[in-house]
């Protein structure tokens, strides 16, 4: 399995963002908050990492490819308050190729991107409910720094 990654055009990045703006709201909903909360956390990421439409020129969004396909995404980026902690703001292996190892293979590319612009940690949030997420991180070496729990009244 060969795996690449490839800086996502312009013209795919405009409908791309439109479909992970949902997504990221149905996840959120999905994690216990309402609607209008989720909606208003969506927009104010976008407004924070896409000022006037445009991505912040110190992130990066990649396709992940292989055998000449588009299998998913990727996106890195520093922190808004360290050039040297970067996170990964969003990965997505498209249903039909997960779990046959892209989202390692993109993780990894991942890492030696950005530590060549200058990254020393990469960090990232999970759902609670991605059990299969969070197995493949910490196989990564990364490891829990923060918790957050709610019950259902």
């Not at 498209?94 to 779990?99: G, I, V």
Request: no cysteine; glycine share 8%.
């Amino acid at each position: 399995m060969s795996v690449t990654l490839r800086l996502m055009s312009a013209d795919v990045m405009g409908p791309w963002l439109d479909a992970a703006d949902r997504e990221y709201v149905e996840a959120r909903i999905l994690s216990g908050e309402s609607r209008e909360v989720a909606e208003a956390k969506a927009a104010a990421s976008k407004a924070e990492h896409f000022p006037d439409g445009v991505l912040l020129g110190t992130h990066r969004i990649f396709e992940v490819v292989s055998e000449d396909e588009v299998v998913g995404i990727l996106w890195i980026g520093p922190t808004a308050e360290s050039v040297t902690d970067w996170w990964v703001w969003d990965i997505e292996i498209h249903e039909q190729h997960r779990r046959k190892g892209f989202a390692r293979a993109a993780l990894e590319l991942g890492h030696i991107e950005a530590k060549l612009l200058g990254a020393v940690t990469m960090g990232l949030n999970v759902f609670g409910y991605n059990a299969g997420a969070r197995e493949l991180y910490e196989s990564l070496g990364y490891a829990v720094t923060s918790t957050q729990m709610k019950r259902s009244l």
